[in-house]
């Protein structure tokens, strides 16, 4: 990653050299054979690579807590603590084989800016904290943005608890493994003073500022993420011995409807998607006809009334297919998050801090969730984007250069040193 970077790229306290070595340290961190990066939520590889971050932190003198919900906060406390902080971050975990910038490249840059003031010997006017959110991606329970819920209050426990893992874990049972509990979870509430905001850097996972032929951009606004758990429940049997005519097959079923839910976003929406990415079959043999296909399906929009209507045409899809093929169809919905929207005046600040690096300024809609997202419902949040390779996420091939990860963090700093300043917090 250093072996085609210009030092001269390094300056105002943003050091490439650093940023390089820990992205690389944190890429060992659940490391998978196919290079790429696999820290499920709640797993000891999250927690490695938070502990990893944790003594960088204090390292430089921030202070540094872990709440209920296993997020970590470092602060550095400002010159005026009665004043609203400026919050930054983003997490450490990954979808199964994933990549090495989505997340950690959010955590670091904000990192880059408080060693920035430590080298200067500068103290913040207002309190700055870098928050390490857990369980963003929603790989551990297909529910995602765990930590930033939880700090804002907003899970909603009767559906989580609900939920299990892979290895047929509760929500509950993870807690209490890890040395927690779900009355320690929900204790990581915050109030947060008014004026408090919010930014987020994070790798564009599109194509938008390849094709531009620029480092950075403003995030215009959130795409908000809905949804469904869905059991298709039909009736096990032979593969030999059941005749065509008397089958309830959930597999059938399932599949007839993630055929239809491709085509539904572009009748609602330009800007609607609607993903099946997980089904579980069971019995899952070769000679024995499906009796229950558990399956997710993602839907999102930057709008809400066509997200909504999308949702709902969705759940319609899979009851026409149940009653089609005899198959018992329920519904659970595991997350509702609302598009956020970024205020003019932040992605104003947001411009000029990228035009005083030298580069246009662009808008850009995130159709993927963040943080931020969730963060948004209590304050004034913003997202700067950083050139991904190819639109490249999720994937061990996901890569951004030193050089545009630089840039990244430094137009980070010069939007939260603006921040900093005496006047209106935005």
């Not at 997490?91 to 880059?112: K, Q, R, T």
């Not at 996972?205 to 403003?218: A, D, F, Y």
């Not at 399932?254 to 009748?267: G, H, N, W």
Request: proline share 4%; net charge negative; hydrophobic share 40%.
């Amino acid at each position: 990653m250093l072996s085609d970077y210009n030092k001269n790229d390094s300056r105002d306290g943003i050091s490439g050299t650093r940023m390089a070595d820990r992205l690389h340290t944190l890429s060992k961190i659940g490391e998978t054979d196919e290079g790429g990066s696999h820290r499920p939520g709640f797993s000891d590889e999250e927690w490695e690579a938070k502990q990893q971050v944790a003594e960088w932190m204090k390292a430089i003198g921030m202070e540094v807590r872990f709440d209920g919900a296993e997020n970590v906060i470092g602060k550095v406390v400002g010159k005026n603590p009665a004043l609203p902080a400026v919050l930054s971050g983003a997490h450490l975990d990954s979808v199964p084989n994933g990549g090495h910038f989505d997340g950690p490249l959010g955590v670091l840059s904000a990192l880059e800016v408080a060693e920035s003031w430590v080298e200067a010997g500068v103290t913040p006017l207002r309190t700055f904290e870098i928050i390490v959110f857990t369980e963003e991606e929603g790989s551990r329970f297909q529910s995602g943005l765990l930590g930033s819920q939880a700090m804002i209050g907003g899970t909603d426990l009767d559906v989580q608890k609900q939920l299990k893992d892979g290895a047929g874990q509760s929500f509950e049972e993870v807690l209490h493994a890890r040395g927690s509990s779900i009355e320690k979870f929900v204790q990581a509430k915050r109030d947060f003073k008014d004026g408090t905001t919010y930014i987020e850097l994070h790798i564009e996972q599109g194509k938008v500022l390849e094709r531009e032929n620029l480092p950075v951009g403003i995030v215009s606004g959130i795409a908000g993420p809905r949804y469904w758990r869905i059991s298709f429940q039909g009736t096990a049997g032979h593969a030999g011995n059941t005749p065509m005519t008397d089958r309830q097959d959930a597999l059938v079923a399932a599949s007839q409807f993630v055929r239809a839910v491709y085509d539904l976003p572009t009748r609602v929406s330009d800007t609607a998607v609607a993903t099946v990415g997980k089904l579980d079959v069971s019995p899952n043999g070769s000679n024995v006809i499906p009796g229950e296909v558990t399956l997710v399906v993602d839907v999102r929009d930057i709008h809400r009334e066509p997200r909504d209507q999308l949702f709902q045409a969705v759940k319609e899809v899979a009851q026409q297919a149940g009653d089609e093929l005899d198959v018992r169809v329920t519904f659970t919905e595991t997350l509702n998050i609302a598009p956020v929207p970024v205020a003019e005046e932040i992605k104003e600040n947001i411009g000029s801090a990228i035009e005083s690096e030298g580069y246009r300024a662009i808008e850009i809609a995130s159709g993927a969730g963040h943080d931020a997202m969730v963060m948004g419902a209590k304050m004034p949040v913003g997202m700067i984007f950083v050139r991904s390779l190819k639109g490249i996420s999720h994937h061990p091939e996901e890569w951004t250069s030193l050089e545009d990860c630089v840039i990244g963090a430094r137009v980070l700093k010069r939007y939260v040193d603006g921040v900093m300043s005496e006047k209106k917090m935005v």
